[in-house]
DNA sequence: ATTTAGTTTAGAATTATTATAAATTAACAA
DNA sequence: TTGTTAATTTATAATAATTCTAAACTAAAT
């Protein structure tokens, strides 16, 4: 729940214009109680949609990609056909649910932390992602 | 290690015949020693510069997904560009290196058990993948 | 007000993947 | 064998997500 001019200066910050695009992108994203997954097309239909503005695809595609670069969203891989992003930006692991195609945080209480006893030899773990697909009984397994 | 034969019998027993082109395509996932992960592409080009056949793109797309659907390959998405696939179907996890862009098995010994305390209610869980990320020191964090 | 560099945009290009529809081939029965 | 049938392969077109390009626009600095 920022406000537009929160929202300002934490562009500026960051070395990004507060543009007027970026600023409702902002809104559409921020602006609100809960963090969420979404899509580039979600977003974009929910901006052709729900408001006036018209953005263009290059720009929701540059912005978004900023934010994930300045660590405003992170991206989340499910399938090679769709790439999802994800306004929590904390550590967190996820459930997706095969029947509808939704993606569920899972709460620290929900996954116990995993344990990794050995890395490569002279990397640096650089993040630990849990993916748990659930699906109704009577769907297939994998 | 397995020999033509038994590839013929291991497709006709899955409903799927034992076409040329599916028998080199076995051949070159699954008579070897090891596991290993690859994409379409790599494969496309394992054929067409080690072999003589040619087996068209569209051929090796339906093969492989028919191969991922009777359960003999796995596919991991790691980023919305690429697909790959593992000729290990056991259940594993992953490191992912971001600086070679190579996926690694992770032994059982090397992360411990995933905890899943709360699964989402009326759902079955299909599968749980842990996907670690590593990179070298002088890397960004993710 | 002028300049400059950053940003937006429409549209083209790229790329992974899937669809189409005709030619080929494996399986099967006569 | 041989003919029939359905599965498979293939070249090619289509689709769809994403990125690129280059011109128009705009925020920020001078
Ligand atoms: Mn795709
Ligand atoms: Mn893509
Ligand atoms: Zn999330
Ligand atoms: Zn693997």
């Known amino acids: ?13 960051s070395g990004l214009r507060p543009t007027k695009q970026r600023l409702k992108i902002c809104e559409v994203l921020f602006n609100r109680d809960k963090t969420f997954h ?14 006036n503005e018209k953005i ?8 978004i990609h900023a934010f994930k670069d ?7 891989t499910i399938s090679s056909d769709k790439s999802y992003f994800d306004t929590n930006i904390t550590k967190h692991h996820h459930f997706y649910d095969e029947d509808t195609n939704l993606l569920i945080d899972c709460n620290d209480n929900e996954i116990g932390k995993v ?8 990397k ?11 699906a109704s009984d009577t ?4």
Chains 1, 2 share one sequence.
């Open 38 to 51: 979404f899509t580039i097309n979600d977003l974009a239909k929910n901006i052709s949609e729900n408001f």
């Open 56 to 63: 263009s695809l290059a720009t929701i595609y540059n912005t």
């Open 70 to 76: 300045k660590g405003y969203l992170k991206e989340i």
């Open 115 to 122: 344990n990794i006893k050995n890395n490569i030899t002279g």
């Open 139 to 142: 769907q297939n397994q994998n």
């Open 124 to 134: 640096k773990i650089s993040s630990v992602e849990v993916l748990v697909r659930v």
């Open 1 to 13: 729940m920022l406000k537009n001019s929160e929202f300002v200066s934490k562009l500026r910050n």
